[in-house]
């Protein structure tokens, strides 16, 4: 395989083209995916024409480029992601209709949340920055410190050596309190994160776990950060995060769930 005066390979340049749109940025120039990428602009436009005519991108009127219809299509028949998306919809679906707040689901991705779902709410709904294919920091969402509590004790010590980013005044940035509300995590088994990432919102996260009882997604909410008592919506959190689980296999005790239109549970 042809390799770059720096040593990439063809494919590396391609795939660094495919990560340079972002769900903020699902439309770019050649000459913006040239400086997202760090590639010579002529380099650029070739792997961008090839991406092309391969189906991996599309090229509109105006000549700004987004991903290609057929890379979406090949990507959804075997994407894990893709199962436990259709395994949880219906019940993300029962979530909302009780809480009535934005309902998101979300996997993790190197040392961020990556967005499988979300469900709008409508109305006087707080904003939410969260999007479908986004990503958003592992250290200052709901679903990111429910997903950082649970993983390999390598990662969180990787996080936690790391420069954390203030978001807003709530963020957690100090490695002392962090490993504090990691604990907190594991051991009631959901979070409450007051305004960590956007004032004005608070978000409540629990694990959802796999037939192998390993924590493969979190499920949250965001509710506006005046309710007085949000932990009063961690009950049908925990129950709905507990009915998806089961859905994937996972033997849970038999406590409550949501499941008024959700898949059997696996036996």
């Known amino acids: 395989?042809?390799?770059?005066?720096?040593?990439?390979?063809v494919l590396t340049r391609a795939m660094r083209i495919l990560r340079s749109f972002t769900a903020g940025s699902p439309t770019l120039t050649v000459s913006e995916i040239a400086?997202?990428?760090?590639?010579?602009?002529?380099?650029?436009?070739?792997?961008?024409?090839?991406?092309?005519?391969?189906?991996?991108?599309?090229?509109?009127e105006d000549g700004r480029v987004r991903m290609g219809h057929h890379l979406w299509e090949v990507a959804s028949r075997?994407?894990?992601?893709?199962?436990?998306?259709?395994?949880?919809?219906?019940?993300?679906?029962?979530l909302q209709a009780v809480v009535r707040q934005?309902?998101?689901?979300?996997?993790?991705?190197?040392?961020?949340?990556?967005?499988?779902?979300?469900?709008?709410a409508r109305g006087e709904a707080v904003a939410n920055v969260a999007r479908?294919?986004?990503?958003?920091?592992?250290?200052?969402?709901?679903?990111?410190?429910?997903?950082l509590a649970f993983s390999p004790r390598e990662l969180q010590e990787e996080v936690l050596a790391q420069s954390l980013p203030r978001y807003t005044d709530q963020t957690v940035t100090d490695p002392a309190e962090l490993r504090r509300v990691l604990a907190q995590v594991r051991q009631e088994g959901f979070v409450v994160a007051r305004q960590m990432i956007t004032q004005g919102a608070t978000g409540l996260a629990a694990p959802i776990r796999d037939d192998h009882d390993e924590v493969v997604a979190a499920l949250s909410i965001v509710i506006p950060a005046s309710d007085p008592n949000p932990r009063a919506h961690a009950p049908v959190l925990?129950?709905?995060?507990?009915g998806i689980s089961r859905a994937?296999?996972?033997?849970?005790?038999s406590e409550e769930t949501i499941r008024t239109r959700g898949p059997k549970p696996s036996r």
């Open 78 to 94: 075997s994407s894990r992601a893709q199962d436990l998306r259709q395994v949880a919809m219906p019940f993300m679906e029962d």
């Open 238 to 242: 925990l129950a709905t995060a507990r």
């Open 248 to 253: 994937l296999g996972a033997l849970l005790p």
């Open 35 to 60: 400086r997202r990428t760090d590639l010579p602009v002529t380099t650029a436009h070739r792997l961008v024409t090839e991406l092309v005519e391969l189906g991996a991108l599309d090229r509109g």
């Open 1 to 9: 395989m042809a390799r770059s005066a720096a040593g990439e390979s």
């Open 102 to 120: 934005h309902t998101q689901i979300g996997i993790l991705e190197g040392t961020d949340v990556l967005y499988l779902e979300r469900l709008s």
């Open 132 to 147: 479908i294919a986004g990503r958003l920091p592992i250290h200052a969402t709901s679903a990111g410190l429910v997903l």
